[in-house]
């Protein structure tokens, strides 16, 4: 089984709909993030979280809001979804510790908005 | 901006052959990462190089780090058919301590293609 597991894995919407985004983690990370990749571009990151209580916005959270239900859990909301938005979507996760910070990565939830 | 920038975007070589991708950042960093990327599926990491550290290698990878210049080269050697994939630097960056934020920055990759 994938220790960072995503879903749906693919989904198509429309414009003006609410989606959630669902990850859910065995390794018992601490920190847990959202990146959106585009085709041709690299990951930027949307919303990350350290620990249950901490939320951060990224560089891109626009749009995005997110919510860390449990250490394990960490959702992406759309509240209205815009063509825009069509992009795939990573979950990651990681640990704190001296010279680490290695990302471990969901396979990825791919959404389309019409 | 991007904070990582991969040279070249695409890379296209014979299988047996070396592959050498570079990456270029902006500012302070606490680590630089490289990244695998199977088509439409999940990354996943490859290696990691501490400010610190000028060269590092794992299997068929080694990955070099000058500050000076904020650039990164990750080479792979004897390269195989199913090293085909794209790659990612993302870098970590360093608060003026030089305590890592935690949360990476990645460039925008290198296609790599090899031929049977």
């Known amino acids: 089984d994938a220790d960072v597991t995503q879903t749906p894995r693919n989904r198509i919407t429309k414009t003006g709909k609410r989606i959630m985004l669902e990850c859910s983690q065995t390794k018992g990370h601490d920190r847990m993030y959202w990146y959106r990749q585009d085709p041709g571009l690299g990951l930027r990151l949307i919303y990350y979280s350290f620990d249950v209580k901490d939320i951060n916005k990224g560089e891109i959270s626009d749009g995005y809001s997110v919510s860390r239900q449990a250490q394990a859990k960490f959702s992406l909301s759309l509240e209205s979804a815009i063509p825009n938005q069509t992009a795939l979507y990573f979950c990651a996760t990681s640990v704190l510790g001296l010279g680490t910070g290695e990302l471990f990565f969901g396979e990825g939830s791919r959404l389309t908005v019409l | 901006s991007q904070q990582g920038e991969e040279d070249p975007q695409a890379l296209s070589i014979q299988e047996g052959e070396n592959a050498t991708m570079n990456c270029s950042y902006k500012t302070s960093i606490n680590n630089l990462q490289w990244y695998r990327q199977n088509s439409g599926r999940g990354l996943v990491h490859l290696i990691l190089?501490?400010?610190?550290?000028r060269e590092k290698h794992s299997g068929r990878l080694r990955v070099t780090l000058d500050t000076s210049k904020k650039s990164s080269s990750l080479l792979i050697t004897a390269s195989r058919a199913a090293d085909t994939a794209s790659y990612f630097c993302?870098?970590?960056?360093?608060?003026?301590?030089?305590?890592?934020?935690?949360?990476?920055?990645f460039g925008q990759g290198t296609i790599l293609t090899v031929h049977p």
């Open positions: 190089i501490r400010s610190n550290e």
């Open positions: 993302a870098t970590d960056s360093a608060e003026a301590g030089g305590t890592s934020y935690g949360k990476l920055t």
